[in-house]
Structures are given as C-alpha cells and as structure tokens.
C-alpha cells in the first residue's frame, strides 16, 4: 500500500503560479512512477503529468507543456507539480497517483491515489 497526500492547491489570478505536493508513505517510494491529474467540475479526470522512478523521464499533456513542471524527491518521497502562468481553464482538483508503468496517461493503470486538491485560478 501507498498513501498519497495532496497539498498545496488554493486560489490564484490568472497568470500566477502554485507548487502543488504529494508526500507518499507505505511501501517505497522510489519503486513507483508518479502522476498528476485533474478533474474539472462536470468533466472526466485527465492526465496531466507523469515522472519515471529515477526523476529522469517526464511526461505531459499538451495544454500544460512549459507551463508546468513535474518532478520528484525521493529522499522526501514526495512529488511536485509546479504550476505557472496558469489559466481559468486549470481551475480543477488535483491528484497524485502511483504507478507501476513509466509514463501512463491511463487512469486504471494508477493503483494508488490521494485526496485530491483544489486548484481555482480567477480571471
């Protein structure tokens, strides 16, 4: 088992940025590859950024590329999602996940989840 736990999310203007965290404890941490989706209100979740177990591979959906970045600290077992010049439509709750397969998008293929943050970025 992994627990997953979410922090980091609040209100933000257009423009700004937020550094989302998920410390993970349980089994260990470094064996898993990590991703980040959201889920807006009325919408299936979506992928939106995943990281390989060493940090070295990184993964992202069209509409973030260059505005947000993933990464991993796994002397802290814990993974970032660092998110700039962000817009109303990133307005969602946010998840980590924990995989077993590098770089998935497919939500099924993430066995472990967090709580979710919220993440509302004004206009």
């Known amino acids: 088992q992994v627990q997953l736990v979410e922090s980091g999310g609040g209100l933000v203007q257009a423009g700004g940025s937020l550094r989302l965290s998920c410390a993970a404890s349980?089994?260990?941490?470094?064996?898993?590859?990590m991703g980040w989706f959201r889920q807006a209100p009325g919408k299936e979740r979506e992928f939106v950024a995943a990281?390989?177990?060493?940090?070295?591979?990184?993964y992202y959906v069209d509409s973030v590329k260059g505005r947000f970045t993933i990464s991993r600290d796994n002397a802290k077992n814990t993974v970032y999602l660092q998110m700039n010049s962000l817009k109303p439509e990133d307005t969602a709750v946010y998840y980590c996940?924990?995989?077993?397969?590098?770089?998935?998008?497919?939500?099924?293929?993430?066995?472990?989840w967090g709580q979710g943050t919220q993440v509302t970025v004004s206009s």
């Open positions: 996940a924990a995989s077993g397969i590098v770089g998935t998008r497919v939500i099924y293929e993430y066995a472990y």
């Open positions: 349980g089994r260990t941490f470094s064996n898993y590859a």
């Open positions: 990281i390989s177990w060493s940090g070295s591979s990184t």
